[in-house]
């Protein structure tokens, strides 16, 4: 199970990554499939397809499936990130993107196929290695698909 | 072989190629032609434009997309900047959430005075691979891609600009330099597609 405090008082957020952070958290859940969701909350495709990842963690977490969010929202955006993490009440950790650096930077680290556009998903198999990228909004049928696909 | 097999080998080597086709052109490849409508009834057409320009600049914009809009400014006076220069800066929309209406109001109330176009059913956007707004393709005289990406690292501090790659890109080919940084990336808001 990963470390997480749920009902945190302080911080929804789970802690600040840059890309080896976040492979790092990846790494961790060897034996899970990971679905990692790049969002922020100006996106309005990233709000409106947040709610099915809180679905799908919910559905499928005793199968194996480990969400995880990371918003690329900016520091001074942090009160709409609480605020919008207090609306959704994942079952899933979501890490905030480390200012500094040049973001595509970040973006290639993550997968050098991805534009920088969100929203955008990167599911890893059980063993930790990427099986799969979706660029964009994607359905719960979509997600589920993919994520049944790696969970055997 | 016997003929399903071959019917289905046939198939499986005519999506391979289709999906080939829709990965984004290469830098110093040939930039996709196209034609498309602008809000004021022109024909536009990439190959066209191109050799009677310096350079052209394509940008996928967007009227909704806080990331689109932190350029509105910037896309505003490099376009007015660069005319002088013999550069056209292009706006299109590919967004189905974005009507035409939308689209003028919004270059009216930001004093766009480059041409905007819808791009009805994303065809454009796909022919690019263009994923998100703001995302600039440069093409030069002969037609050819010779930057994609973004217009600098900062949207937030456009007084603070580290790096201003659209701009560098443009100066060397003006100057007739090779481009150094030809492939840039940002976030940015996905394109809406049918």
């Known amino acids: 199970m990963l470390e997480y405090a749920a009902g945190a008082q302080s911080s929804r957020l789970a802690g600040e990554v840059d890309a080896k952070g976040l492979h790092d958290v990846v790494a961790r859940q060897k034996g899970r499939v990971v679905l990692v969701n790049f969002w922020a909350t100006w996106c309005i495709p990233c709000r409106e397809e947040f709610p099915v990842l809180v679905k799908l963690q919910k559905q499928l977490a005793a199968r194996g499936l480990q969400v995880v969010g990371v918003s690329t929202d900016f520091a001074r955006e942090m009160k709409d990130v609480e605020r919008f993490l207090g609306e959704q009440n994942p079952d899933f950790p979501n890490y905030h993107k480390k200012a500094g650096g040049d973001d595509q930077d970040f973006i290639n680290a993550i997968d050098p196929s991805w534009g920088g556009e969100l929203p955008f998903s990167v599911l890893y198999d059980r063993a930790g290695k990427k099986v799969k990228t979706l660029s964009g909004k994607h359905s719960y049928a979509d997600y589920e698909r993919e994520i049944t696909s790696a969970l055997k | ?194």
């Open chain 2, 1 to 194: 072989m016997r003929v399903s097999r071959r019917i289905a080998l046939a198939a499986g080597l005519l999506a391979i190629s289709l999906a080939a086709q829709a990965a984004a052109p290469a830098i110093g490849s040939a930039a996709p032609d196209f034609s498309l409508t602008t809000l004021d009834g022109k024909t536009f057409s990439l190959a066209q434009a191109a050799k009677s320009h310096k350079a052209v600049v394509v940008m996928f914009i967007a009227t909704k997309c806080p990331y689109s809009n932190a350029y509105n400014d910037r896309m505003r006076d490099m376009a007015a900047a660069y005319e002088k220069q013999g550069v056209l800066f292009v706006g299109i929309n590919s967004n189905k959430t974005e009507p035409a209406e939308e689209v003028a109001s919004h270059a009216k109330q930001h004093g766009f005075a480059f041409p905007l176009m819808k791009d009805p059913e994303n065809k454009v956007a796909d022919l690019y691979d263009a994923r998100h707004t703001p995302e600039i393709y440069v093409v030069d005289p002969q037609g050819k891609l010779v930057y994609h990406g973004r217009i600098d690292e900062n949207y937030e501090d456009p007084a603070h600009v580290a790096s201003p790659d659209l701009k560098d890109a443009l100066n060397q080919l003006l100057a007739g330099k090779a481009i150094a940084k030809a492939e840039t990336k940002a976030f940015g808001c996905s394109i809406k597609r049918v």
